[in-house]
């Protein structure tokens, strides 16, 4: 479409050029050879001066621009990967250090466990002997208590015995032969008494 | 101004006459033009080059950005090899478009659109190519007229037809730049008359014209500018890479 319209204009300006040719005498003025050496000179000298400021001072210039710029962005991009790097090592030390204390605060959680019920299994067993021990001995103060009061229940016995006798005949009565009669019955019938 | 839309065109004398021998070398208009070119070209690309920063400024985003759009131009038309040849096609680009460009502002000179400017560029770039060429291959560089894979019967005919064709590179690079910037500017200083000669009744129609041509010559006198320097870079190709 612009290419269209750029032919055009161009066929179109060649229509008016020749209009002005016939309207005017002078023609083209590039044509005219008057000032040829002179815009040649002037176009060397301009485009020559241009053409050695811009190749010795600018465009090197502008090229070290490019390429520091483009260094400098690589330089930054690796920067920041080292840096990625590093924290994902610091990362990776921090899960070790972190999953290090876990392990240990299991195994000091495990050893004082173990502790506690070592103490706990200790203290019982001294609990358990002295209780052990208690029981003996009261049973062994039972079984003396068992093994007196037969020979306490007779002493009574025949203490009632030899007052009732008294009082009932009168006259002191032999307290041997009473404890005799008591031993006799004691020994015939203590089972059924005492219930031992 | 004179109502001759080519008188827009006329070269004449500032200051005195400078003769060197039976050279006439005055300054003229388009010396002036040329000059003006060259110093606005150094004057940005050397407040483009100057700071160092990371993130560019706007006058050196431009300046990279010109010689990122010239070398990325060289090496995909002339490859690699091209690359000694950048700051001539980049100052080739660059003189071109500011004259172009220059001449864009109303009451100013065109100084591309004169046949003698462009056929000295364009020149310039035939001989320089040609002698490249004949030093990088010797005088292999002549198989540049035979195309290989042709037929033996045509190949008289394609040989001629090569050297012609070759031989006009100067006349067609040179006219091509001309001719554009001289009709452009024609057309646009003969819609400018109608403008006047039409009046305030008639005269809207060619001025909406000639607002559009501006826009228009702005866009070709880039295009132009950017046609000359691939040419050139053609051109250098074939010097460079011989492949035919």
Known sequence: MVKKIYFQSIFFSFFFIKEAFAAESGGMPQLNPEFWVSQI??????????????????????????????SQILENIEAAEKQRENSDAKLKEYDEIISKSKLEANSILNQAREKALKDIGAKREVLENQIDNEIAEA??????????????????????????LQKLIGAEVNNSSISAIVDDLYKRNGDKYYGN | ??????????????????????????????????????????????????????????????????YT?????????????????????????????????????PYTFTVTSHIIVTFVLAAFIF????????????????????????????????VVIEIISYLSRPISLSVRLFANMMAGHTMMKVFGGFVISLGIIGGWLPLSFSVALTGLEILVAFLQAYVFAILTCIYLNDALNLHH
């Open chain 2, 127 to 158: 001989i320089g190519v040609t002698v490249i060429g004949f030093i990088k291959h010797g005088f292999g560089y002549l198989k540049l007229f035979v195309p290989s894979g042709v037929p033996a019967v045509l190949l008289p005919l394609i």
């Open chain 2, 1 to 66: 101004m004179a109502a001759n839309p080519m008188s827009q065109f006329d070269v004449y004398r500032i200051g005195p006459e400078i003769k060197v021998g039976a050279f006439d070398i005055s300054f003229t208009n388009a010396s002036l033009f040329m000059i003006l070119s060259t110093v606005s070209i150094l004057l940005i690309f050397n407040l483009g080059s100057k700071k160092k920063s990371i993130l560019p400024n706007k006058i050196q985003l431009l300046a990279e950005l010109s």
């Open chain 1, 41 to 70: 000179f002037w176009l060397i000298l301009t485009f020559g001066i241009m053409y050695l400021v811009l190749s010795k001072l600018i465009l090197p210039k502008i090229s070290n621009n490019l390429e520091s710029r483009k």
């Open chain 1, 139 to 164: 049973e062994k103060e039972i079984d003396a208590l068992r093994k007196n009061a037969p020979d306490k229940i007779n002493k009574i016995a025949i203490e009632t015995s030899s007052e009732l």
């Open chain 2, 69 to 105: 759009f010239v070398s990325k131009m060289i090496s995909d038309t002339a490859g690699s090899k091209a690359k000694p040849y950048f700051a001539f096609i980049f100052s080739l680009f660059m003189f071109v478009l500011f004259c172009n460009m220059f001449g864009m502002i």
